[in-house]
């Protein structure tokens, strides 16, 4: 090669390795410091579209998620105020069997009837409580039921139903004002309240069902969400033990690099002390 002192290529060599070095160095530091091989689209337009894609349903189903937490805590009130419920007209069917018995005394029909009319105000109180976030299925103030979002395009649905135990109600047939103040009263009391037990039963029985189906479906969204954001590390996220080596390795390389420019730099030197030598 000759000694030129207006075109330096060796000095032009090194500084452009120099310069390669130090862009694959600044990439390498930002993958080890955001922890993402893929931070934006100019590092990979269509996986970083594929991965935004994917980053949005994960938003949806974080969405469907709190709707179906919602749907889930609705429905164990629902089950609890109904399984009390029933649990009072079990207690009622003691009372109202008792005030068949036609040898009791006229006070203890009475106390029969005080403590049966206590138990259907206790019905009436728990659904008047049974309510969480503003929504009672069991007051017949949702007629339609409650419906939640299923899926993260918002396409489909899972639906808790009303289950109306009002006092008076097709499921529990004994009106508010009912008593067993005689014989006669009692037996019409227990038709209805038997059949009322069997309604009620039945109407959990649907409402427990729907609640394990959310639970469920909950349950899925939560894993699949988790299944999404593992596929989305599998697509951008950098291997940091792998960026930690390569790292390492750049910082020697750009070391040598400026070394090497400086040697290059120092190459028209050499034409002084040819000039030096001659005098």
């Known amino acids: 090669m000759s000694l030129t002192i207006n075109t330096n290529k060796s000095a032009m060599v090194a500084l452009q390795n120099l310069n390669s070095t130090s862009d694959k160095l600044g990439a390498t530091q930002n993958k080890v410091g955001t ?9 990979n337009s269509s ?11 994960i938003g949806g189903l974080s969405s469907v998620k709190m709707g179906l937490d919602r749907a889930q805590s609705i429905g164990d009130v629902a089950l609890t105020a109904g399984q009390s419920i029933s649990e009072l007209l079990v207690q009622m069917k003691e009372k109202v069997v008792a005030a068949q018995d036609a040898s009791i005394t006229t ?6 009837d005080a403590d049966f009319k206590s138990l259907l105000a206790q019905i009436s109180q728990v659904i008047r409580n049974a309510s969480f976030d503003g929504a009672d299925l069991l007051d017949n103030s949702l007629p339609g039921g409650l419906r939640f979002l299923a ?6 649905y899972v639906t808790l139903a009303n289950q109306d135990l009002s006092l008076g109600s097709t499921i529990i047939t004994l009106a508010s004002t009912s008593s067993i103040t005689s014989t006669t009263l009692a037996s019409n009391a227990l038709s209805q309240l038997q059949a009322s037990i069997g309604n009620v039963s039945l109407a959990l029985a649907r409402m427990g069902a729907q609640v394990r189906q959310i639970e469920n479906h909950n349950k899925f ?4 969400s988790d299944s999404i954001e593992a596929g989305i590390g599998n697509l951008v ?3 940091l033990a ?20 400086s040697i290059a730099n120092q190459s028209p030197n050499i034409i002084l002390s040819l000039f030096r030598g001659g005098s």
């Open 151 to 156: 899926d993260a395009d918002a396409t489909t």
């Open 47 to 57: 996986i970083w579209a594929i991965a935004q894609n994917q980053r949005a349903d």
């Open 221 to 224: 969204v939560g894993k699949l």
């Open 237 to 239: 996220d950098a291997d």
């Open 107 to 112: 006070t203890s029909r009475r106390a029969l």
């Open 35 to 43: 922890g993402l091989r893929i931070a934006n689209s100019k590092d």
């Open 242 to 261: 792998k960026e930690s080596a390569r790292l390492q390795a750049l910082q020697v390389q750009q070391q040598l690099g400026a070394q090497a420019l």
